[in-house]
């Protein structure tokens, strides 16, 4: 744009965002002038803040403000039981869903040879002397239902083969609410296999 | 969120960005700390400075980093022809197109009584004298072919009735690339009215 630089920069950095290109980008920075003025510059304080104050937790590797995330430094979730999961994203999904009230250890990725991702990049080890310092007494590897977070299940699963520790899975099954018609058939394997009395 | 304060304001502010919600703010931020810090603290000066810097041209009402926009600037773009147009956006996309080289005035919007914007609101004053003390000879109504946008055109153009100057808008028709089949009607109608010679 011609008529203003700073423009330019604002919407040139707002392309940084995923699924933003030039027209949306565009699109943001005038809607920012024109009416939300002060909602930009809270975005642009709570982006610098993040930017240099979110870091990683050291018990979890989840994000965090501090050296222990809020969830680690509860008491109540050290309580046995450790979920596994690949990203913060999915996290918030299970916490959101608000029924495990155990602790967490977030990979920040999956197992991945070929991009050079191994054991040490996802911090198993750090994981591995969790489950032994906490006395965890079941792990249950929420890694996504891929070929990447499957293979990453089961690599940890071998690690702990000489500990006597429950190690599980989440269910595969029908989503709740959803219709019979527009589900893939592994699924549908999986939730036949897995079908239960109608009284439990 | 319960483990990054953070996090929660970097998402929650991300919600002021237009056509962004809770998920899509959730996937800015963990992009941005995961793979994107620097493009995230970019952003943030981009927006800092853009929210404090951008104001409006005193002689065109766009937006500029002056007083004076860099378009306005340059002499050359006082050729006696003015462009009237309601936002920055509809601005930019003439310049892209990159054909016209006069001046603009930008409305910032249109007239709309019920919304309380009037004349005052839009700049109408300022565009009349800039009409006068510039010496203008075509005047191009470019607002929008909506109601408001006819609306407004008429209006300006009702005010100039007394001046010997030529006001225009622009043409109608199919747009090129498109197909007859999809063309409304009234864009079909002002399209075959509008019609021209092979050789022209």
Known sequence: MAFSPLLDELVESLRCLPG???KTAQRMAFHLLERGRSG???LSQALSNAMDGVRRCDNCQNFADSEICGICVKPERRNGTLCVVESPSDLLAIEQAG???GGYFVLMGHLSPIDGIGPEEIGIERLLSRVKSEGVSELILATNPTVEGEA???YIADRLADREILITRLA???PVGGEL???NGFTLTHAFRGRKPLTD
């Open 99 to 101: 029924d495990y009230r």
């Open 172 to 174: 595969h099954g029908i």
């Open 40 to 42: 930009g510059t809270r």
């Open 20 to 22: 933003v290109g030039q």
């Open 152 to 154: 990453t299940a089961h």
């Open 181 to 183: 018609g527009y589900v």
